[in-house]
């Protein structure tokens, strides 16, 4: 089971690119005339930060926690289209009310809006069908699940909650296939199961070698996994 300590140990910025390549920096960075028209309306000190966001939202779907979310390339090509030196990305409180309200603004003015619960059933089951049999590492599982968001221009809740809600949907799902299996076990099954259990701190006790590691999911682990049992 995906547990919120695993969980909440990525933050959003786990999957931003650190190295950009010219071409990269210039074909998604570089602002358009409508970005800098919307960031020439802000006050100096605010500019590179919100434009920095808008790219960064653009690209990814997100906003950045903060400017250890920004490579230094990056910061500096935008700086650069804006006149301005790179240190302004300093002055920017980037959990301020004035941040949520320039978030707000940039999630308007890309199309998007706040994911609801209809849209979380949407993403519970692309999790069930797609995600969760895979046996998927937790990093992957933010990205499909950020690139799904994306596409439906669907702007992510805090970390905490997004931790917190995916965890809650793999605990069902966890959940209700194990409900299932027990339902399948008759009775002299299930009493040699909890006689396995009760040794499990027997280092030669049978759990102990069905409980090592199985590996990358593929046909191979799985018909090894089916030879223990």
Request: proline share 4%.
């Amino acid at each position: 089971m995906l547990g919120e300590s695993s969980l909440s140990g990525y933050s959003r910025n786990f999957f931003t690119q650190q190295h950009w390549t010219p071409i990269e920096l210039d074909r998604l960075w570089t602002l358009s005339s409508e970005e800098k028209g919307l960031v020439h309306r802000k006050e100096d000190k605010f500019r590179l930060a919100y434009a920095l966001k808008m790219r960064y939202f653009d690209i990814y779907g997100c906003f950045p926690s903060g400017s250890q979310d920004i490579p230094q390339i990056v910061n500096k090509m935008v700086a650069a289209q804006l006149s301005l030196s790179p240190i302004k990305i300093r002055k920017y409180n980037w959990v301020s009310r004035l941040a949520q309200v320039h978030n707000n603004e940039i999630r308007n003015y890309y199309g998007f809006r706040k994911t609801n619960e209809s849209d979380w059933e949407k993403i519970k089951t692309l999790i069930k069908r797609n995600l969760w049999v895979q046996g998927l590492p937790v990093a992957f599982i933010y990205n499909e699940v950020y690139r799904f968001l994306k596409k439906e221009k669907l702007d992510p809740p805090a970390h905490d909650e997004f931790a917190r809600r995916i965890n809650q949907i793999f605990t069902e799902i966890e959940g209700k296939f194990f409900e299932k299996c027990s339902a399948r076990i008759d009775v002299d099954a299930a009493i040699h199961l909890c006689s396995l259990l009760q040794r499990k701190n027997d280092k030669d006790a049978p759990l102990t070698f069905i409980r090592k590691p199985v590996g990358k999911v593929a046909h191979l682990t799985i018909t090894e996994e089916l030879k223990k049992l």
